[in-house]
């Protein structure tokens, strides 16, 4: 049965915002790249039409994700490890000339005597804290655990109302089944409001978004009205595959995901997901990994969307590279392909590798598995790319550095 | 005791491919190690305390995989990585 959507009207409505719409005055864009053979740095001029680049930071390392504490924009943080080597989260304060590593890296608590124990793979994801607590980052790795720091990402703990819910090994299912590369935890998100109000995402043996309301100690599923195609019961409360998942800065009620079933909508306090990816060409169809909000208008997203039929490719659809834009919170939705290669481009954009500046207009960047970097810096309407022959790109983050 | 470091440990061992340790068994060793080289143990060592899948510890030519193995201060500690994977 096709779920009810949300209501219509409440689209439509004037949204609360979180705090006076502006947009970024000067500076440049710093393009943080993680990949599979380590990080590198695009530094923009003004005008954002040339890169220096800086790298590579840990070359072999694999790096999930690289993010800039936007709260003091200097604190640099890199989630690694090796073929070899257990993983580790790189930490640096002068934007990559230095590097320290975390004294304490992520980890799972030993486990019991006779209790079967958890070893974090890799850190996946990386999520600076509230504006309110300056040093606080959150972590998501790979099986799924959510670590927390508070002294800037030295010394990690794990959050407990999590690790070891009572619900967990439900919530996250089957070890073995899921991602090729490992169970996630991802999409962590808080609520600018209040520090106490999280997100995240989780894609696996089960999966699905969840949310606390108590900085972590309980969390509560959130998936009605997403789908399961590949469950018997296409609407379970939890076990979905939500690839990413995004909450507007101004507008803290407005949720997006990018689900592997679709492109969803939430607004809350409704807690229930809207299908606006049904709004899409039927032809390219609504799969893909990463989705991108507009940094100001919470009516605004763009995904990047793959072949989600058959035996599931997850390329370009046709081998033609686009992006889509909605400008209505996903009734209708545009093509963006100006300068991107339109036959014979079978690559994957990932869940981290799609981002956006705060520049007016709006500039966007993707990372292939191909290891291309792309930028669209009039919103997309416009792609070129700015650097070829990277390893598989992984994560793509923009941060903006005052001029 | 000497212990060998491999090439992606170095960064631990200010590039030295043989440092000194001490300890009575491999545990001991290895915590040894990282109070001399801060964080060179979790590289290895997950939070179980097992042997990382692509790292090999040999004692006297021998692979341990035990962590309580007990060692002398003649013994000879091999560290050494295997990845495979492009």
């Known amino acids: 049965m096709k779920p009810t959507t949300g209501n219509g009207k409440s689209r439509t409505r004037r949204l609360a915002t979180h705090r006076p719409t502006r947009a970024h005055d000067g500076g440049y864009v710093l393009l943080l790249v993680g990949t599979r053979k380590g990080a590198w740095l695009f530094h923009s001029d003004a005008s954002r039409k040339r890169w220096r680049i800086d790298g590579p930071h840990f070359l072999g390392h694999i790096v999930h994700h690289a993010v800039l504490d936007r709260r003091d924009g200097e604190t640099l943080l890199v989630a690694a490890k090796t073929g070899h080597l257990g993983p580790t989260v790189f930490r640096s304060t002068d934007i990559g000339k230095t590097w320290k590593e975390a004294s304490k890296p992520p980890a799972f608590r030993k486990a019991a005597e006779g209790e079967k124990g958890r070893a974090v793979d890799h850190v996946f994801w990386l999520t600076p804290g509230h504006a309110s607590e300056p040093n606080t980052w959150y972590a998501g790795t790979s099986p799924e655990g959510l670590f927390r720091t508070e002294d800037g990402g030295n010394t990690w703990e794990p959050v407990v109302g999590f690790n070891d819910h009572s619900m967990y090994r439900k919530w996250t299912g089957d070890e073995q089944a899921g991602t090729p590369d490992g169970p996630k935890l991802h999409s962590i998100l808080v609520d600018p409001r209040d520090p106490a109000h999280l997100y995240l995402g989780m894609s696996g043996g089960g999966g699905g978004v969840f949310e606390s309301v108590d900085k972590g100690a309980d969390w509560k599923p959130l998936n009605a009205g997403c789908r399961c195609d590949f469950l018997p019961d296409p609407y379970p409360e939890f076990g979905q595959d939500p690839h990413c998942v995004q909450l507007h800065p101004l507008a803290p009620d407005v949720l997006y995901q990018q689900n592997h079933c679709g492109i969803y909508r939430m607004e809350r306090p409704q807690a229930r997901w809207e299908r606006i990816g049904e709004n899409m060409p039927k032809a390219v169809g609504d799969i893909g990994f990463p989705i991108v909000l507009h940094p100001r208008d919470p009516n605004t997203a763009w995904v990047f969307p793959m072949d989600g039929s058959t035996v599931w490719p997850r390329v370009s659809v046709n081998g033609k590279a686009a992006a889509y834009v909605t400008r209505n919170a996903g009734k209708t939705w545009k093509r963006l392909d100006a300068g991107l290669p339109q036959e014979q481009a079978w690559f994957t954009v990932l869940r981290q590798a799609m981002t956006a500046d705060a520049h007016d207009p709006v500039g966007l960047y993707f990372g292939t598995t191909t290891g291309d970097l792309w930028a669209g810096t009039n919103e997309g309407a416009k792609w070129s790319c700015i650097a070829r022959h990277l390893p598989h790109i992984y994560s793509v983050e923009a941060a903006e550095i005052s001029g | ?86």
Do not use: W
């Open chain 2, 1 to 86: 005791m000497t212990v060998s470091i491999p090439t992606p440990l170095r960064s631990y061992t200010q590039k030295r491919a043989q440092v000194e340790g001490e300890g009575s068994t491999l545990a001991e060793l290895l915590c040894d190690l990282d109070r001399r080289y801060p964080g060179i143990r979790f590289r290895m060592i997950d939070e179980q305390d097992a042997i990382r899948r692509h790292i090999r510890i040999f004692v006297n030519g021998e692979q341990v995989r035990d962590l309580g193995r007990a060692l002398n201060a003649s013994d000879e500690v091999q560290i050494l990585q295997a990845l495979s994977g492009g």
